[in-house]
């Protein structure tokens, strides 16, 4: 077998741990990609969100109060990628019963929405750069009702202080940092919008890094939930303006009533959680495809021993590439919401059904097609997964209290800059383009194909991994549409199987395959893969692959995190 060693030893080299004092004024981004910590920690994709979360942990808050203040934060700092005006999956560990509790704060569809909402009129699908701008594709926003009911159940500073450190930003003015920057610079559609160009386009030009933004639209709008709770957001003014501002939108102009926000709940899932080695992996449940894709992946490669084979050898990667392959083909044909089609998920990850999947994946062949197994009593089909190549949105953090409670969350708008739509100060998601936009394959209709009331399935992958002993050892996940999966999975093997430092886990090159080719992430050394893995007869393509990896480990000597090199994130604690 063909073992190329990947250079990750001068990554191993930086891997000295440096304790990580409070804050300073100005974050050096470089030298907290890493970190460790006694008591608490947070790992964020930007430095001003991180250090309110750090803050309101130093204050005593809890996990979910620090989750909570950092969102509000990222909507404001990181608006291309979260925000009040999208949806989020919150992965709970409560350390004082041990209970581990999942919450949904998926967007849902308006009334509006029907099975060929994403279709042309000439029943083609519509290009999906089309579908996302405007109107159309905007769900209901889950991100407040969702980190509401968390904070209910496990918060402990008063909600409207958690909202002070995003108000002080939004009416004082914060640095635009350089991707923000960079992204507002690339867009070509945004400086046309009304609402939005004003904001990120000042006389017509992008913002560039380093100006001082204020948003006192934003302020308003959270300090208005501040004082009087989320369901500020769910009815009156607010919702007025998301509604007016859908209606008229210059591109896909779209109907939400007051009723379809008013009526949006946030849910608590079952946990779905696989054994893997010595280990339990907990994550979110449809709607996400995220905990079955882990899990499954996860299972089938419990039959082989990666722990014995070079890190990122092409031996492993091609384990990894056909466990991924069986996984999606079942995604596509079972997974979506579950309040609306049964999905058959104990079926999908009883050990007996992965131990017969993983007697598919041959250690030296690919296989010819990856077909989804009979994993429970469905008619339902999906149709081709309609995920684009994307990656530039959507963030992942994870934190850890000095109480022992750990949250991992990822939230998202969707693409960068969602539908590009803007009210009051945030951006509205185009999350309804999670949809399948063929309601029908081959005569069978899709399971995720929209209907009004429906979350879009998705593929966020908030992880929380315990020990035997139900103590948890690793929050982690990551951005990065359908290849949110194999990055956190990446972060997982990493640190499990290959005993590397968090941080270089997360460093490490993306490898990843969605059931067709396999990508591997340009410039990286991983390129030099290819030969081998063409020789086991995949189809290998060169891709970027911005992951946005967030992670804590947990263990008896401290907190370790690490934040992805990709993207802004820091890692604080104390
Ligand atoms: N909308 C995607 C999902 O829910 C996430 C988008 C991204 O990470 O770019 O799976």
């Known amino acids: 077998m063909n073992t190329i060693r990947l250079a990750i030893l001068p990554l191993l080299a930086l891997a000295v741990l440096a304790p990580l004092a409070g804050c300073d004024d100005a974050i050096d981004i470089e030298s907290h990609r890493r970190g460790t910590a006694t008591h608490y920690m947070i790992a964020a994709a930007n430095p001003l969100a991180a250090e309110a979360g750090r803050k309101i942990l130093a204050d005593g808050g809890s996990a979910v109060d620090a989750a909570i203040a950092t969102e509000m934060v990222l909507t404001l700092v990181e608006p291309q990628s979260s925000g009040i005006g999208g949806g989020a999956f919150l992965v709970h560990h409560d350390a004082a019963d041990g209970k581990l509790e999942t919450y949904d704060g998926r967007e849902t569809a308006p009334e509006s929405a029907h099975p060929g909402m994403f279709l042309t009129p000439d029943g083609t699908p519509m290009r999906w750069p089309d579908a996302a701008l405007g109107g159309r594709a905007v769900g209901v926003p889950g991100v407040l009702r969702m980190l509401a009911l968390a904070h209910a159940d496990h918060g402990i500073l008063r909600w409207a202080d958690l909202f002070e450190p995003a108000i002080k930003l939004a009416e004082d003015g914060f640095d635009v940092s350089p991707r923000l920057a960079g992204l507002l610079a690339a867009d070509t559609e ?19 890094a380093g100006t001082v933004l204020k948003n006192p639209a934003l302020a308003k709008v959270l300090r208005a939930v501040a004082e009087n709770g989320a369901a500020q957001f769910y009815a009156g003014r607010i919702p007025a303006g998301i509604i007016e501002t859908v209606a008229a939108a210059p591109a896909n102009p779209a109907r939400m009533t007051a009723e379809d926000i008013a009526s949006y709940e946030a849910k608590k899932r079952y946990p779905v959680c696989v054994t893997y080695r010595a280990y339990r992996v907990c994550g979110m449940g449809p709607p996400s495809s995220g905990g079955i894709l882990v899990g499954q992946i996860l299972g089938i490669l419990n039959h082989f021993d990666l722990g014995d084979m070079e890190p990122f050898s092409a031996e492993a990667v091609h384990l990894i590439v056909e466990a991924s392959r069986l996984a999606f083909a079942d995604r596509a044909l079972y997974v979506a919401d579950d309040d609306f089609v049964p999905v058959p998920v104990s079926g999908l990850l009883a050990p007996g059904y992965l131990a017969a999947r993983a007697r598919l994946v041959s250690p030296e062949a690919r296989m010819e097609e990856a077909l989804p197994g009979r994993a429970g009593r469905t ?9 684009p190549e994307k990656g530039r949105s959507t963030t992942h953090f994870s934190v850890r209290d000095r109480y022992g409670n750990v949250v991992s969350i990822t939230a998202s708008i969707e693409r960068a800059f969602g539908s590009k739509l803007m009210t009051q100060g945030f951006l509205l998601n185009n999350e309804l383009t999670d949809f399948s936009f063929r309601p029908e394959s081959k005569g069978h209709p899709v399971a995720n194909a929209p209907a009004p009331g429906k979350r879009p399935r998705s593929t966020m992958s908030p992880t929380i991994v315990f020990d035997r002993a139900g103590k948890p050892v690793l929050a982690i996940g990551s951005p990065g549409g359908s290849r949110i999966a194999g990055y956190t999975l990446k972060a997982i093997i990493g640190v499990i199987d290959w005993n590397m430092h968090v941080a270089d886990a997360i460093a490490a090159p993306n490898i990843v395959s969605r059931g067709g080719p396999v990508d591997i992430e340009a410039g990286t050394a991983a390129e030099a893969l290819k030969p081998a893995l063409e020789a086991m007869g995949h189809e290998v393509r060169l891709r970027e692959m911005t992951s946005g990896l967030h992670g804590i480990h947990i263990t008896a000597e401290g907190l370790i995190g690490g934040a992805d090199p990709r993207r802004e994130g820091v890692v604080l604690g104390d």
């Not at 008619?379 to 995920?387: E, I």
């Open 190 to 208: 945004m400086r046309e919008i009304p609402g939005t160009k004003d904001y990120f386009y000042p006389g017509g030009e992008p913002l560039k």
């Open 379 to 387: 008619a339902w089909r999906y149709g081709t997964d309609d995920a």
